[in-house]
């Protein structure tokens, strides 16, 4: 038998998750470390900073066969720069013009700021965008 | 295929991570990735006898390439790059997957998915792993010397740490004189020293350095270099320049005290002021608290005036200063003293002080004196976040409105003598230096470390260090300890002799670049500079002002720049490995 387990999360949409590795990284450990849970569909990646995270990777990740991506941003706490709410949220602006240029639902692509401690933000985020990726459907 | 030879190794964490993965059965399916030579398992991957076993395999199978599967890189990344380096292989070849904050903690309900996870980031990291190339740090020789930028008391105390450890130490003050704050102030807490005291100590220690020197009404006006050469120009008494050469700077620069609105809760009438205007009135009354040659009987202090506004636009203070709370009691404690002496509240009838608070955070040692105004007769009311106290003049006399929560938001009105707006903490006006030195600055005003409990005096670019209350509003001890936390930072970065910049910086594929300024412009850090290649004018980046935040990068239109470490090759082979299906049997957890 070779049936295959890709859902990762029992049946959970899979979700990329970009995090950095000042911020947001250090609070998707702290969910972990505070025992937190949420589903093991999720994945996260670390960049050094969310202002740097290339639409193309995103729409490489849903090509490839991932339903969601989610931002963790840096938001305020960014100690590259100040503003780096704007640029992320360009990030994604042109990810999402890209996203509808190959035919993939915008929706997909989330984005929140996740601060270094904020563990219960992010699992509350990873529950959400599953609720919605669920209801997007595979479609 | 590949020619690579990848070690993985996957820990248990005596438990942590193997009691919710399988590790045994991640080492078997990832041992059979294109480019592994060899997997095992360690109860824990950090303790000397399994770096020891590493180390070996990397000596006796060759290996270019390492994974480590353990705990966050936050914990152990420097001590298996230290491995790698006694093994001889380039720090960089090593990759850290995160199986147990990110993975065995977090699915600890169900063994068999934890293990389809903990496989795909396990492949991840190997995918990672190979597509690395050594990479060298750029080892640049320091100068042993320092500058220190405002003289105030965390300053000061940076400088005499410093100089304690042999390091030449320039201090820069803008002003004529040193102390900052603190110089004006008197009494303070908790050991009831003069701030003035304090200052001219510190000021006499300072000056019997010989390895220190002060320059007043001076500037720095101009900065080249970077970590352990900076080259800089400082303006004194605002027209002769003087040139210096440090290994590093720190930036004690304060901070200024709100200074509310005219009209917000009566400010610019007569008899209110804020809690610097108090103090500075309190600390210079000898006896008997008086103002225009009046008594002043009935005092309302009333908190947290220009802190945690919200929904104030762009000019709004967010944050809580810390200090004012603490700073307002003491005060009250400092002006009965003079009002009544020392003695109990009976003594002091006729003398009413009010404080008129949102929560009150006299936290640590500040609840003593919190609880001494309580004895001694201070009055506490507590107003409502969308309530505050209102200040009108009543037939001549100040007359504050408050809801007191206390008693179920019934109002009641005091007349007073004197209303003190106790202000909080705002970040000084620094454009100028903020340009010069190419600091980042948060969202609140103040410079911004890299991380606030981590890495608290640290910012982003090497060599350049914040201490005190430039960094964000803070009590004196609190900034004392800064500027000592910054002072032993600068001299471990400089007592080496030496420093290592990471290599995780911009490059430019300049067949791709065609000049077109979007990574000049998006880059905060003067890292980018026009060059010509071959008659063709393209982008170059400066290696050590980079600093690998990677904000220049999705700006490019011809995608010309990549990050080292985060390429898209290696991005997105490890996407494709964190996505690749696991097969069932691959992860079939064994019935016991």
Request: glycine share 10%; charged share 25%; hydrophobic share 40%.
């Amino acid at each position: 038998m070779s049936a295959s387990a890709d859902a990762g999360g029992g049946g959970d949409p899979k979700i990329l998750v970009f995090s950095t590795n000042n911020i947001s990284d250090p609070g998707v450990d702290l969910a972990g470390g505070s025992h937190m849970h949420y589903s093991a569909s999720v994945v996260v990646l670390p960049v050094p900073c969310s202002s740097g995270i290339k639409p193309s990777w995103i729409l490489h990740a849903l090509e490839a066969g991932f339903d969601g991506v989610f931002i963790a941003a840096d938001g305020s706490d960014c100690a590259y720069l100040a503003d780096c709410t704007t640029r992320t949220g360009q990030v994604v602006q042109k990810a999402q013009a890209l996203l509808k240029r190959h035919q993939q639902d915008p929706r997909r692509l989330r984005m929140a700021a996740i601060c270094s401690v904020c563990a219960e933000s992010f699992v509350s985020h990873m529950e959400g965008f599953r609720e919605a990726l669920t209801e997007i459907g595979s479609g | 295929m590949t020619d690579r030879r990848i070690g993985v190794y996957v820990c248990s964490c005596g438990g942590n991570i193997s009691d919710y993965v399988d590790v045994a059965r991640v080492r078997d399916v990832v041992e059979h990735e294109p480019g592994v030579a060899a997997a095992r398992t360690h109860m824990f991957t950090c303790s000397d006898a399994s770096q020891q076993e590493i180390i070996e395999d990397i000596r006796n199978e060759s290996l270019d390439g390492l994974v480590v599967a353990s705990c966050s890189p936050k914990l152990h990344l420097f001590t298996f790059r230290a491995m790698a380096d006694r093994a001889g292989l380039n720090r960089y070849q090593y990759v850290q997957v995160n199986l147990r904050e990110q993975c065995s903690w977090a699915h600890r309900d169900d063994t068999a998915l934890a293990t389809e996870k903990a496989i795909r980031l396990v492949r991840a990291g190997i995918a990672k792993a190979r597509l690395t190339e050594p990479l060298a740090t750029m080892r640049i020789e320091t100068t042993p010397k320092v500058l220190v930028i405002g003289a105030g008391v965390a300053g000061l105390r940076a400088a005499l740490a410093l100089s304690e450890l042999g390091l030449s130490v320039f201090i820069v003050e803008r002003s004529s004189d040193v102390g900052g704050w603190t110089r004006r102030w008197g009494k303070m807490f908790p050991h009831q020293q003069q701030g003035s005291d304090i200052v001219a100590a510190l000021s006499a220690r300072v000056r019997h350095r010989e390895n220190i020197t002060l320059f007043t009404n001076a500037e720095v006006v101009e900065k080249s270099g970077s970590v352990g050469k900076f080259t800089l120009q400082i303006r004194v008494d605002g027209f002769h320049t003087i040139p210096l050469v440090v290994g590093a700077i720190i930036v004690a620069t304060g901070f200024d005290v709100y200074r509310p609105s005219p009209g917000e809760f009566g400010y610019g009438q007569d008899g209110v002021m804020t809690l610097a205007e108090f103090k500075e009135l309190v600390d210079r009354s000898p006896e008997d608290l008086s103002r225009g040659g009046r008594g002043i009987k009935d005092i309302v202090y009333i908190y947290c005036v220009g802190s945690r506004q919200s929904g104030g636009g762009d000019d709004a203070h967010s944050y809580c200063s810390r200090y004012c709370c603490a700073t307002a009691v003491h005060t009250a404690i400092c002006a009965r003293e003079v009002s009544c002496g020392l003695g109990p509240a009976k003594d002091c009838i006729g003398f009413h002080q009010f404080h008129l608070f949102r929560d009150m955070r006299t936290y640590g040692k500040h609840e003593i004196p919190y609880e001494d105004a309580c004895r001694k007769g201070c009055v506490f009311m507590k107003y409502g976040d969308d309530d505050p106290p209102k200040v009108d003049r009543v037939d001549g006399r100040l007359r504050v409105r408050v809801n007191d929560q206390y008693l179920g938001g019934e109002e009641v009105e005091i007349d007073a003598d004197l209303v003190v707006l106790v202000t909080g903490m705002v970040p000084r006006e620094n454009a100028a230096l903020v340009d010069v030195l190419k600091l980042p600055v948060g969202v609140d005003g103040f410079f911004n470390e890299i991380h606030p409990k981590l890495r608290p005096v640290e910012t982003v670019v090497d060599g350049e260090l914040i201490a005190g209350t430039a960094q964000g509003p803070k009590t004196l001890p609190e900034s004392v300890a800064s500027g000592l936390s910054a002072a032993a930072k600068a001299a471990a970065l400089l007592k080496k002799g030496y420093v290592d910049l990471e290599p995780f910086i911009a490059e430019v594929d300049t067949s791709r670049c065609v000049w077109c300024g979007e990574c000049l412009d998006a880059c905060p850090y003067g890292a980018v500079e026009k060059t010509s290649v071959q008659g063709k004018e393209v982008a170059r980046i400066l290696p050590s002002l980079c600093k690998g935040a990677g904000a220049c990068i999705p700006v490019c239109p011809e995608n010309a720049i990549e990050i080292a470490g985060y390429t898209d090759a290696q991005v997105e082979v490890m996407i494709d490995a964190l996505v690749r299906e696991v097969v069932v049997e691959e992860v079939a957890v064994p019935v016991t």
